[in-house]
């Protein structure tokens, strides 16, 4: 990943620690540098304790890296729990007055803040927060302008006295930084770019307004919140209906029906909600509506670790609702990927009228990322497949006399499974849409007779489609030296962080290539088979207990793996655990690795 700077801001939750994160990625955004952010918090409100991670860098960063090089804790337990962590070149800003430093190891600076000689702490609780900001970019080499301009527009709505307040106390954490504490060698360096910062549920939600969408609902439930909020907050100006709807089943059925009355629909849930939802789904599936609902999995089973990140939903996307349907998963890559995702999501749930599922997680929805706004493509091509919206016109489809339903069959069989769907209310477009089994017309079969010829008839039709849909979705790639020493199969949100332990592998004499799977089904199972019938050794890096993936790719190919590593803490991979789990299988170790996250947050 290149040069890079990391900044770990550590304190209980209600301390303020947010904040000071927001200021330092404004600045270094406006600085042209690429950034990534994770916060691992608790699920109380007040107290516990919370680590927030700020990487950056002239180069893109995927991911938070493995080393601290400021700390900024604001209370005892972060200084407890983070100081032995720092190296050589680190540094650590702390209040004097409440804090005590403890043990560093040999070349860590410590930044001892007399906060209440420099501050009035009786009218500004959070003053150490602003010194150590102060005091962190004197040492960064950033220049204090950029500071009072984001300090400005961080307080305005607080008056013009609260503004100065937070600037003075910024400017003595400069002033004293500069007079007693060692600047880093390299000053944090600028370039001409400027990078919007969003979150994956931003992302999702932006890509869901780009795709057209004009129905949201959900029921809040952490890590998925973030994408009714942003709905919620620009719902008028998106021209897009949004509901707080009582429960997830709620959720899905109502999902569905605007998507049966013709608009792009889409909701997010977590596990939990999820499992609510999955009845609902088969009759999305059943009725042929396209719907995509975002899963932003979380550590389970049951409400498990709320606030912590895991890949554990997969065999329940895979398993969601009963029978066989056709329907579409994919898991975003990282943060961009999420916005991308979601308009190529429902243009293949449309052309294909099935559910669409998103396996985002709690790594990409909460954790931020720099993209530069030229990737983010607000009017991306939209194809709303076999879609009849009027009597005589649509998607290259007319309707029979406005008198009479003509010979319209909502479930005509066809070749490619697809059948024109028509917008209820459309004359001559008359049509039953229900739960059970049914004839090309829509009427069920069993009012009659279960016939089993007409069932396994339309049955047939349904899944045709799956074919068009393998079709329609791209394969996945490899990454690297085709004849590397180790080949790295990972999933979803752990991209970033194999690419980079692939780089410190290279690095380190042992070649190393990737394979990342976006879309899970379809799987293009022989694809990935075809990418490993030349890998030396292969290892799956997943975020879970069991292996999901690993059994997924086994069940659809028969293909088993080397080595794998997994981790299912709570916390995200970190490059250095799958490089070291790499040596140590390569050495014949063992066959599993199971890296245990040493900054205890």
């Not at 066809?414 to 004359?427: D, H, K, L, N």
């Not at 180790?486 to 380190?508: F, H, P, R």
Request: aromatic letters at 6%.
């Amino acid at each position: 990943m290149g040069r890079s700077f990391a900044i770990g801001i550590g304190g209980a939750a209600g301390q303020g620690v947010a904040t000071p994160g927001d200021i330092f990625a404004k600045i270094f955004s406006r600085r042209g540098l690429h950034l990534n952010a994770y916060n691992a918090y608790q699920s109380i409100i007040r107290g516990g304790h919370t680590f927030l991670t700020i990487r950056t860098g002239p180069e893109k960063v995927s991911n938070m890296g493995d080393r601290i090089d400021l700390l900024i804790p604001l209370n005892q337990d972060s200084m407890d729990r983070h100081l032995k962590l720092l190296t050589a070149g680190a540094a650590c800003i702390y209040n004097a007055d409440t804090i005590k430093a403890g043990e560093a190891a040999e070349g860590v600076q410590l930044c001892a803040l007399p906060v209440s000689e420099l501050a009035d702490i009786s009218r500004n609780k959070v003053a150490q927060n602003t010194l150590a900001i102060g005091a962190g970019l004197h040492m960064m080499g950033i220049s204090f302008q950029a500071l009072e301009e984001v300090l400005r527009e961080q307080f305005k709505k607080k008056g013009e006295a609260v503004v100065a307040e937070n600037v003075d106390v910024a400017r003595a954490g400069y002033d004293y930084a500069a007079a007693h504490f060692r600047a880093y060698p390299n000053p944090l360096p600028r370039t001409d770019d400027r990078y919007a910062i969003l979150s994956g549920n931003v992302a999702m939600a932006m890509g869901g307004a780009a795709a057209g969408v004009k129905f949201y609902c959900a029921y809040p439930m952490s890590p998925s919140t973030g994408v009714l909020h942003w709905m919620a907050a620009h719902a008028r100006k998106a021209g897009i209906m949004v509901r707080q709807v009582e429960d997830e089943i709620g959720v899905i059925n109502m999902a569905i029906g605007a998507a049966h009355a013709g608009v792009r629909a889409m909701c997010a849930t977590s596990g939990g909600g999820f499992a609510l939802m999955t009845e609902g789904l088969g009759m999305s599936a059943m009725i042929e509506t396209p719907v995509v609902v975002i899963d932003c999995q979380r550590a389970g089973p049951s409400t498990g670790v709320p606030t912590k990140t895991e890949q554990g939903d997969l065999w329940q996307m895979l398993g969601a609702a009963f029978g066989d349907y056709p329907r579409v998963i994919a898991a975003p890559l990282d943060i961009e990927d999420c916005f991308k995702l979601i308009p190529e999501m429902f243009n293949l749930v449309d052309r294909f009228q099935c559910p669409g599922l998103v396996l985002c997680d709690l790594l990409l929805s909460e954790g931020r990322l720099s993209v530069h706004p030229r990737e983010l493509d607000f009017r991306p091509a939209i194809d709303r497949g076999e879609l009849i919206t009027s009597n005589g016109n649509g998607n290259g489809h007319g309707g029979a006399s406005a008198s009479t339903n003509g010979d319209y069959k909502r479930y005509q069989f066809t070749e490619s499974g697809i059948s024109p769907r028509a917008i209820p209310g459309v004359p001559g477009h008359i049509h039953t849409a229900a739960t059970d089994e049914h004839q090309e017309d829509g009427v069920l079969i069993s009012d009659e007779f279960t016939n089993p010829i007409k069932r396994r008839a339309m049955m047939e039709k349904r899944m045709r489609k799956v074919a068009g849909i393998e079709e329609a979705v791209s394969r996945p790639a490899l990454s690297g030296p085709r004849d590397a020493d180790v080949t790295l199969i990972g999933w979803g949100s752990t991209k970033g962080v194999i690419e980079e332990a692939c780089e410190i592998l290279n690095d380190q004499g042992i070649s190393a290539n990737q394979v990342q799977i976006r879309w899970l089904v379809p799987l293009h199972g022989d694809a990935i088979l075809d990418l490993l019938k030349d890998a030396r050794h292969t290892i799956i890096v997943e975020n879970n207990y069991s292996g999901q993936f690993a059994r997924y790719l086994r069940s659809e190919t028969s293909f088993v793996a080397d080595g794998h590593v997994r981790k299912y803490d709570g916390e995200p991979f970190m490059p250095h655990h799958i490089v070291e789990a790499v040596k140590e299988q390569l050495a014949g170790r063992t066959k599993l690795s199971v890296p245990m996250h040493e900054i205890m947050v």
